[in-house]
């Protein structure tokens, strides 16, 4: 087999990483940074009318990371099954793209059900002990949209400095 044939899962994997959690991080930096700051104060709806309008919009972009996770993780089984060496580098590698697994399992299937369901029963971010919870858990997901894009980040540098396979 010829080099250039043997390194082609490399190859493909580095892309498919690289595609996933670009468009991950974009997508959340483009949500946040963007289109809430729109429609929470600039559409000139009220804050409970900009969270149902807001609220599917983050619950579908929260499949996505599970569609984004899986082409991540798929990415890295295809670069890194010819990896032959596993240093210290390696092991923060796969311990950063962990954690961001476990932050998209976090938002993914605790915090943005969680907010869904106390705004469907009338809860208001502020007000009272579901507001207050409400209010609670909005943060946490704020938090982890925000580890998430780091996260993003640091598992992207970590793909294009190591690990590296040996054809």
């Known amino acids: 087999m010829t080099s250039t044939s043997s390194g082609w899962p490399r190859r493909a994997g580095l892309l498919l990483t690289t595609s996933a959690l670009a468009a991950w991080a974009s997508g959340l930096l483009f949500l946040g940074a963007v289109v809430a700051p729109h429609v929470f104060f600039r ?3 009220d804050r409970t009318q900009a969270g149902a309008v807001m609220a599917p919009v983050f619950l579908a972009f929260d ?6 996770l899986g082409g991540a993780l798929l990415g890295e089984l295809l670069r890194l099954t010819n990896a032959r060496r596993a240093g210290a580098r390696l092991a923060v590698h ?8 476990g932050t998209a399992v976090a938002g993914s299937l605790f915090t943005s059900p969680g907010i869904e369901e106390l705004r469907r029963q009338g809860a208001h971010r502020g007000e009272g002990p579901a507001g207050l919870k409400l209010d609670a858990l909005h943060h946490r997901a704020e938090e982890l949209g925000r580890a998430q894009v780091l996260l993003c980040a640091a598992v992207l540098a970590s793909c294009w400095t190591w690990p590296r396979a040996r054809a």
């Open 43 to 45: 559409s000139g709806l």
């Open 94 to 101: 796969l311990a950063l793209l962990a954690a961001l697994a």
């Open 63 to 68: 499949r996505w990371i599970v569609v984004f």
